[in-house]
């Protein structure tokens, strides 16, 4: 069974600092993985969806890298705001056929203060 | 991104009545949806995966015949909380996609309350 760790739960940084979120796997064999925010009480946003065959996708200051033989990826937040305070989660789909359900870590929240 | 609205965003109903939510995907064809419960500060869960057309797979430990999801058509599905109890009191997501190699979107979420 897939499981999914992210670390550290909790991060708060000031404004301006550059961050790394990590998440680990246990089980290599996936088809892809994403990285999500999630404000309060909302749905989630997708950041950056990274195939098994790619090693990272960037998207402004937003880097995701992805080591899947180590069962591992980050996502580095530059020059980090106060609207980036959210939490934010990784998740793991298992395989390319019809289904391919998302395993969810348990998130990092993340909070910037000025 | 291609947008999933999810529908009430919030409600609060009796214990023992049922409530239904709708998921629909705006501006593309879902083929697969799926139904996610997050209780709170934990991570989502799955419940139950819904296929155009045909019936939901549901994940161990979910009680089908109280969550009862509908995929009539390819840009809504709809879980209906049957004689909902406080204990299923939760924030329910959907999300939805239109092909294998598609991105999952997600809708905003539910906030159920059951008094």
């Known amino acids: 069974k897939q499981e999914v760790t992210q670390i550290p739960a909790a991060l708060s940084v000031p404004e301006g600092e550059n961050l790394v979120l990590n998440c680990s796997f246990t089980?290599?064999?996936?088809?892809?993985l994403q990285w999500f925010r999630q404000d309060p009480g909302k749905g989630l946003t997708s950041l950056l969806l990274?195939?098994?065959?790619?090693r990272e996708q960037t998207s402004g200051r937003l880097n995701a890298s992805l080591d899947k033989s180590s069962g591992r990826s980050t996502l580095y937040i530059a020059a980090s705001q106060p609207g980036d305070s959210a939490t934010y989660l990784c998740a793991v789909r298992p395989d390319g056929t019809s289904y391919g359900k998302l395993t969810f870590g348990q998130g990092t929240i993340l909070t910037v203060h000025p | 991104g291609a947008v999933v609205s999810q529908h009430p965003s919030r409600v609060i109903c009796k214990s023992g009545t049922s409530v239904k939510i709708e998921c629909r995907s705006l501006d593309f064809q879902a083929t697969t949806m799926f139904w996610y419960r997050q209780f709170p500060k934990q991570s989502l869960m799955l419940m139950a995966t819904?296929?155009?057309?045909?019936?939901?797979?549901?994940e161990q430990g979910v009680e089908k015949d109280k969550f009862l999801i509908n995929h009539a058509s390819l840009t809504l599905s709809t879980l209906t909380v049957t004689s909902a109890h406080p204990e299923d009191s939760s924030f329910y997501i959907c999300s939805a996609r239109g092909g294998a190699g598609s991105e999952a979107f997600f809708g905003q979420g539910t906030r159920l309350t059951v008094v």
């Open positions: 089980d290599s064999a996936i088809y892809n």
């Open positions: 990274i195939q098994s065959s790619q």
């Open positions: 819904s296929n155009e057309g045909s019936k939901a797979t549901y």
